[in-house]
């Protein structure tokens, strides 16, 4: 009997000595679980965060040990631990707070500066849907129709078009087009609503096991909401005929089911002479449940369509000689429709403590039809010289990654690896050459594609003191299968190509308010199937090398700065000729430069945000002064001033610019770059009614949103020229919104 008295205070005693594992579960208020909460333990050092279902697991505490708990946008949490903390998983409920900086908590992962994007929709959160690319600092858009067709995309000294070298996605589901029939990589995102809009999260150069095709200067990946805090009814109205009407509405909210459904109707007729006559129609519907042992399954659907008319890029001669105004047309009959249909499932399973599995089964039917004019009368000084491009897609995919936590003595480490595959089924790929948008005068192009992607990675976190280790390796399996429907015989013709890109990189932890991380790998955008397939391409997987070196920093509670250096070399660049249905390679490129961003709470209701890129952006087998990359930005800046919760008021000022930048390879042809500054105020009347105004291009600059160097025809002219032509930006701007909560 003694020596089992003994022997049991002996291992209580081991108990209240040894350090001890301590489980928790973070939810809010609503019971909905957090993610990515920083957990704390003062006494030992350690650290950890909270997964995707709100789940913890930290090691090494000891009775009355303090862990300190926080997250952006709620109430720190200090709990002191007791014996019965280390026998079971506890639920700790986090409660919201107005945005406060010091709260933001520097995390050590790969993607740590996606934390400036949440400070960002915290303290302007989204209105728009061409505000969504935009909250990713360094990036800048242009729109070329009205909302009509995806935007033009500049970032790191891209030129990316309309998404050659960014990969994006929303909830898993990838938004880019491979082979599009207006270019590849085609990012239309304006089937994602920008109110239902959670999370988003990005990161810049080609380092991250789980992104592939597309990502060389960056991904961008968008969470759309799981419930809402209250039903609503927007209603706007502008300049231009802009009238937008939005209702997102509850159904389910219980603390084990989500429901709600979304919709959104806009028309705009634009600043132009010929009105764009856009209208745009979506529809959002989201499911999720909970499971006991807090698994869980959501299942998705939207519908987006749009139709357009367009006046089109027109050239800088004709307004200089005033046959146009800056927003007449040479061709007023360009414009276009587009639909997508998407279904997407996920499910995130808990194996145990330390291990989970995610996945998502999607499936976008999506249509496309879009008439263009670039060169006027340049090939038929008769009929001119409008295109037709067309397609007809179906989308399948599948996405499973499965993460496992390891703990040692000293050390932890997190495996993530993953699978998956994507097929595109793309029927009659048209380039036509039209008349009016009636008569097709012939066809340049038209056939079958048949794409499939598959895929497999694996990364591990392996941190060890202050330092992360991060190694990775992705490889991907492509099948290229292209029809061709204008050859009088049946051929099918196929190609295969695999690419292996490996990843390492390094994050070193100062302390919670200083990291430095230094970054590299490979990544790879893929060519067009049809150009693969009739021209034998050789180029189809050419890869990007990179490099980044920077830091994130907290000088003092209110300030969050962020600076990088970094590198990037591609094998070989796309350049997409529309009116020839080609792509064509122009060489291996470099860029380098440095990303600077700065986020400053001057008090507890103002907040100013500012981001830099300078850029060096060249080809590298042309020689100097003619190795221009035409389009590519060597300065941006964009940033603002935010005002929260002043009274009943809140607000804000944002701006950016775009520097003067080459359009051709010897820099005789410019681009004008341009400052363009716009507000917003909005004012709660009541706890149910909300009214706001916002003002677009608030000092009423002329400026140009879209340039490009083309050589054209006017009717009138015997020769050709090159030169700048332009999509005019909106002119002073002004749209008032009442927004009814319920």
């Not at 799981?226 to 706007?236: H, I, K």
């Not at 990303?595 to 507890?604: E, F, S």
């Not at 941006?636 to 000022?653: D, K, M, P």
């Not at 775009?658 to 706890?687: C, T, W």
């Amino acid at each position: 009997m003694l020596r089992c008295s003994i022997l049991i205070m002996f291992l209580l005693l081991q108990v209240n000595l040894k350090a001890q594992e301590v489980k928790g579960k973070l939810v809010d208020q609503k019971n909905n679980p957090v993610e990515g909460v920083y957990i704390f333990n003062v006494n030992s050092g350690k650290h950890t965060h909270s997964n995707e279902v709100g789940l913890f697991k930290i090691e090494e505490n000891s009775v009355n040990d303090t862990l300190k708990i926080g997250a952006l946008g709620y109430e720190k949490l200090n709990i002191i631990l007791k014996t019965d903390d280390f026998y079971k998983t506890n639920s700790y409920v986090l409660k919201e707070q107005s945005f406060q900086l010091e709260e933001v908590v520097i995390r050590p992962k790969i993607n740590g500066l996606s934390v400036v994007s949440a400070i960002d929709l915290k303290t302007s959160p989204v209105k728009s849907s061409q505000e969504l690319l935009q909250k990713v600092p360094g990036l800048l858009i242009g729109q070329h129709a009205g909302g009509g067709k995806a935007e033009q995309l500049f970032l790191r000294g891209f030129d990316i078009d309309h998404g050659t070298d960014i990969t994006i996605s929303v909830d898993g589901m990838p938004v880019n087009m491979v082979s599009h029939a207006h270019g590849q990589g085609y990012a239309d995102l304006h089937f994602l609503i920008p109110e239902t809009l959670e999370t988003l999260d990005f990161g810049k150069g080609p380092y991250y096991a789980n992104k592939g095709n597309f990502n060389t200067a960056a991904y961008v990946d968008f969470y759309t909401k799981e419930s809402l805090d209250r039903s609503l009814l927007r209603y706007e109205i502008g300049d231009f005929g802009w009238n937008r009407a939005l209702g997102m509405f509850n159904f389910i909210n219980s603390d084990t089911e989500k429901a709600y459904v979304a919709t959104e109707f806009t028309q705009f007729d634009g600043p132009f002479e010929t009105p764009q006559n856009f209208s745009r129609v979506n529809l959002f519907g989201k499911y999720t449940t909970w499971l006991k042992d807090a698994s869980k399954f959501s299942i998705s659907a939207s519908h987006f369509t749009s139709v357009w008319d367009a006046s089109g890029q027109i050239p800088q001669r004709a307004v200089d000689n005033g046959s146009i105004t800056r927003f007449g047309a040479i061709d007023a009959t360009e414009g276009g429709q587009t639909s997508r249909t998407n279904i997407n499932a996920s499910a995130l399973k808990i194996i145990d403590d330390n291990t989970f599995i995610k996945s998502n089964i999607f499936y976008s039917n999506y249509n496309f039809e879009l008439f263009s004019n670039f060169t006027f009368f340049l090939e038929d000084p008769v009929n001119g010289d409008q295109i037709k491009q067309k397609e007809q897609r179906n989308i399948f995919g599948l996405n499973s990654e499965i993460t496992k936590k390891f703990t040692f003595s000293s050390s932890e480490a997190l495996l993530k690896s993953g699978v998956g595959i994507r097929a595109d089924f793309v029927d009659d790929v048209e380039l036509s050459h039209t008349l009016n948008r009636r008569t097709t005068l012939n066809t340049i192009q038209l056939g079958d594609v048949k794409e499939s992607n598959s895929f497999a990675y694996a990364s591990l976190d392996y941190t060890i003191g202050k330092w992360t280790i991060i190694p990775g390796v992705r490889v991907d399996h492509f099948k290229f299968i292209y029809v061709d429907k204008l050859q009088e015989s049946y051929a099918n013709k196929a190609e295969t190509k695999t690419v292996v890109s490996p990843k390492l990189n390094f994050l070193y932890r100062q302390h919670e308010d200083l990291q430095f991380f230094l970054k590299s790998g490979m990544g790879f955008h893929s060519n067009d199937t049809r150009v693969v397939i009739q021209q034998s391409a050789q180029e189809i997987l050419p890869a990007a090398y990179g490099v980044d070196l920077g830091t994130i920093w907290r000088p003092f509670s209110k300030l969050l700065l962020n600076a990088t250096g970094w590198y990037l070399y591609l094998e070989q660049e796309f350049v997409y000729v529309g009116d020839a249905g080609i792509v064509e390679p122009s060489g291996e490129t470099k860029r380098f430069g440095v990303d600077l961003g700065a986020r400053w709470q001057i008090n507890d209701w103002l907040f100013l945000n500012t981001d830099a890129t300078i850029t060096n952006a060249r080809s590298i087998a042309e020689t100097d002064g003619q190795d221009y990359i035409p389009l590519a930005p060597d300065f941006t800046l964009a940033g603002g001033i935010s005002i929260l919760n002043l009274g009943r008021f809140n607000g804000g000022f944002k701006y950016r610019y775009l520097d003067d930048r080459p359009a051709n390879e010897d820099n005789s042809i410019v681009a004008k770059g341009y400052f363009v500054a716009d507000l917003n105020a909005n004012y709660q009347m009541s706890k149910a009614l909300n009214l706001g105004l916002s003002v677009e291009n608030l000092f009423n600059v002329e400026w140009n949103e879209t340039q490009f160097a083309t050589t054209s025809r006017l009717q009138s002219e015997n020769a050709s020229v090159e030169e700048i032509h332009f999509t005019p930006g909106t002119p002073f701007f002004i749209k008032g919104t009442i927004t009814y909560t319920f």
